[in-house]
């Protein structure tokens, strides 16, 4: 597997809390995703960053927030989590450019989420 | 409903082969792709093919890429039972992953 490494792997929590999922990677890849991933869905992208702190919607972003601070952690928050946010969820990485624009993606073991 | 589509369950024997089949929508995708999923795993890049080719063979993974009719498919050759998992087809937007729902390949002694 690529350096990725999704924190914590499994989470149970309940309705109305905070939730931060954790990715790293050993990689200095530029690129960083969030997706979820649920049952006849395949994955759909929350949120992407193509740099430190420069984040951008995906096609399910409501409700999530972002952050990169370093090149090689990229946070995923729900302020305040619902039932419908339960799902696993895989962070990816990938060395995209405009000179070489095979979106090749690694992706992590995915964080399972249950919310209560 | 999916941008790309797949049909969700494929059931072969061992030794037979298996032909997934995709269909997308965006016609300007630069790159296809095929990831593999096993169970409580991430996925896995499996292959690709660049949208100028037709065909893109790599040991028992034949791509095929038919552009006029949005199609791709993966057959894997002399399926074996550790190829079971669940097989997503991806097109790429610039930097955008568009994934099918995925078809979980079973593959039977």
């Known amino acids: 597997d690529a350096g990725i490494t999704q924190s914590p792997r499994h989470k149970v929590t309940e309705t109305g809390t905070p939730v931060t999922l954790r990715c790293h990677q050993t990689?200095?890849?530029?690129?960083m995703y969030w997706y979820r991933q649920d049952p006849g869905h395949g994955l759909r992208l929350i949120h992407y960053?193509?740099?430190?702190?420069?984040?951008d919607k995906g096609e399910v972003s409501d409700g999530y927030s972002v952050s990169r601070s370093k090149t090689e952690d990229f946070l995923l928050t729900l302020e305040s989590a619902t039932s419908s946010q339960t799902s696993v969820y895989f962070c990816?990485?990938?060395?995209?450019?405009?000179?070489?624009?095979?979106?090749?993606?690694?992706f992590g073991s995915g964080t399972q989420l249950s919310v209560l | 409903g999916e941008d790309v589509e797949q049909s969700l369950f494929l059931s072969v024997r061992e030794g037979d082969s298996s032909v997934i089949n995709c269909t997308y929508t965006d016609s300007s995708s630069t790159y296809l792709y095929w990831y593999k999923q096993e169970p409580g795993a991430g996925l896995q890049l499996l292959t690709y093919?660049?949208?100028?080719?037709d065909m893109k063979q790599d040991q028992r993974l034949t791509v095929l890429l038919n552009k006029k009719d949005k199609h791709l498919s993966l057959r894997i050759a002399d399926t074996q039972t550790g190829d079971s998992a669940i097989y997503f087809c991806a097109e790429s937007r610039g930097n955008d992953m568009r994934f099918g729902a995925g078809t979980r390949l079973t593959v039977k002694p």
């Open positions: 093919i660049f949208s100028n080719m």
């Open positions: 990816a990485i990938s060395e995209w450019s405009l000179q070489s624009p095979n979106e090749k993606l690694f």
């Open positions: 960053s193509y740099g430190v702190k420069d984040t």
């Open positions: 990689e200095n890849h530029r690129y």
